[in-house]
């Protein structure tokens, strides 16, 4: 079922990407379009997957990428609708795209193991899955202020100047981003620790928790690198492009934990 909105968000990608090339409003609105029915679509397939397992699908690596891009589609058409800017939509949507596309290959199967439920393992990964779909729009933003910021810098106001918003403007997006991923990430790995001390010690998964497995390690580092990132814009000014680039280094350590790390490396979250 996972190849429907996969289909929906890559039309989505290339009318935002048509959008973006020649300006037309019909395009635009066509991209939108796409992109909300592509957002339909995935909210009907996880629907149907949650009451079928009994909870939102997030208890295995595919399934959690799937609910992060469905996320990040949503988090994304929210930015749009309140800012009434498309021209993020070519620079999340390939994002989208790609991820997506290891659910529709290799679906996995939901794990039903009791340690997995209870609240407060829902609130530990959907407070992550939100924090990284906020973390993906703060990354996608501060690549397009870069890419502003060197055409003004060279004085050749020409493609993105006439394309995206002011610098300010995505300094300001960027900065909003960073912080709700920042409260939710924090939410997220403290609720995890409190459901890790009360879980079961029989498990396996359970026993390996610690600094020395790579995910509960990398999660560490990016929640420094945002904390820092948080703590800089308001104490030491650091925004514009070193934000940006904050935001980039971030992301990757997300994109590394979320992907490579979850399928091959870690002993406690090989959900």
């Known amino acids: 079922?996972?190849?429907?909105?996969?289909?929906?968000?890559?039309?989505?990608?290339?009318?935002?990407?048509?959008?973006?090339?020649?300006?037309?409003?019909?395009?635009?609105?066509?991209?939108?379009?796409l992109l909300v029915a592509?957002?339909?679509?995935?909210?009907?397939?996880?629907?149907?997957?949650?009451?079928?397992?009994?909870?939102?699908?997030?208890?295995?690596?595919?399934?959690?990428?799937?609910?992060?891009?469905?996320?990040?589609?949503?988090?994304?058409?929210?930015t749009e609708m309140t800012?009434?800017?498309r021209a993020m939509g070519t620079f999340i949507l390939p994002l989208a795209v790609a991820l997506q596309t290891i659910p529709a290959v290799q679906p996995g199967i939901e794990d039903r193991a009791d340690v997995l439920q209870g609240p407060l393992f829902g609130i530990h990964v959907s407070s992550l899955l939100f924090a990284y779909a906020s973390f993906a729009l703060a990354c996608v933003i501060g690549i397009t202020y870069v890419l502003l910021f060197k055409e003004i810098k060279a004085k050749h106001l020409?493609?993105?100047?006439?394309?995206?918003?002011?610098?300010?403007?995505?300094?300001?997006?960027?900065?909003?981003?960073?912080?709700?991923g920042w409260i939710f990430l924090t939410i997220g790995l403290v609720v995890?620790?409190?459901?890790?001390?009360?879980?079961?010690?029989?498990?396996?998964?359970?026993q390996a928790m610690s600094l020395q497995d790579p995910k509960i390690f990398v999660a560490i580092i990016c929640w420094a690198v945002y904390s820092f990132e948080v703590f800089a814009a308001r104490r030491?000014?650091?925004?514009?492009?070193?934000?940006?680039?904050?935001?980039?280094?971030?992301?990757?350590?997300?994109?590394?934990n979320f992907v490579p790390i979850s399928y091959f490396l870690t002993n406690s979250h090989n959900f």
Do not use: C, K
């Open 1 to 33: 079922m996972n190849a429907i909105p996969l289909a929906l968000y890559g039309a989505a990608l290339v009318a935002y990407v048509w959008h973006f090339a020649r300006r037309q409003p019909n395009v635009g609105r066509a991209a939108t379009t």
């Open 83 to 85: 800012t009434d800017e």
């Open 158 to 180: 020409g493609f993105f100047y006439a394309r995206l918003p002011s610098l300010q403007v995505l300094d300001s997006m960027n900065h909003r981003a960073t912080v709700v």
């Open 236 to 256: 030491i000014g650091w925004g514009g492009r070193r934000a940006a680039y904050l935001s980039a280094i971030g992301f990757a350590i997300v994109l590394l």
């Open 192 to 206: 995890g620790a409190v459901w890790a001390s009360q879980a079961p010690n029989h498990d396996p998964r359970v």
């Open 38 to 78: 592509g957002a339909l679509a995935h909210t009907f397939v996880i629907g149907m997957q949650t009451m079928e397992v009994g909870h939102v699908p997030v208890t295995n690596a595919s399934s959690a990428i799937s609910t992060f891009v469905w996320l990040l589609a949503l988090a994304y058409l929210y």
